[in-house]
């Protein structure tokens, strides 16, 4: 079981920066891939980026490439999200989930645990 706890999110005005935290316990943090999901109001829910075990791999959702960057910090069993220019279709509520496997997925059903989710809200 992995215990997952989400922090940082807020109101911010468009061209603004967020940075989203993901604290875990249970099991060993370093033995899951870490991934961010959003779900906007009336929307499914969309994988935003992923990061694998070492933190060495990343992948990104075409509509944040080059603004969001996804870290983990395995000694401090916490992922983060760093979001800059920040734009109003990025509101929604933000998720982290945690995968028990090696291979980074955008594929929601293959998360097998989830935060609560944090809003972040972009103001014009």
């Known amino acids: 079981q992995v215990q997952l706890v989400e922090s940082g999110g807020g109101l911010v005005q468009a061209g603004g920066s967020l940075r989203l935290s993901c604290a875990a316990s249970?099991?060993?943090?370093?033995?899951?891939?870490m991934g961010w999901f959003r779900q906007a109001q009336g929307k499914e829910r969309e994988f935003v980026a992923g990061i694998n075990l070492s933190g060495t791999a990343t992948r990104y959702a075409d509509s944040v490439k080059g603004r969001f960057t996804i870290s983990r910090d395995n000694a401090k069993n916490t992922a983060y999200l760093q979001m800059n220019s920040l734009k109003l279709e990025d509101t929604a509520v933000y998720y982290c989930a945690a995968d028990a496997d090696y291979i980074i997925t955008a594929q929601e059903s293959a998360y097998d645990y989830w935060g609560q989710g944090t809003q972040v809200t972009v103001s014009s």
């Open positions: 249970g099991r060993t943090f370093s033995g899951v891939v």
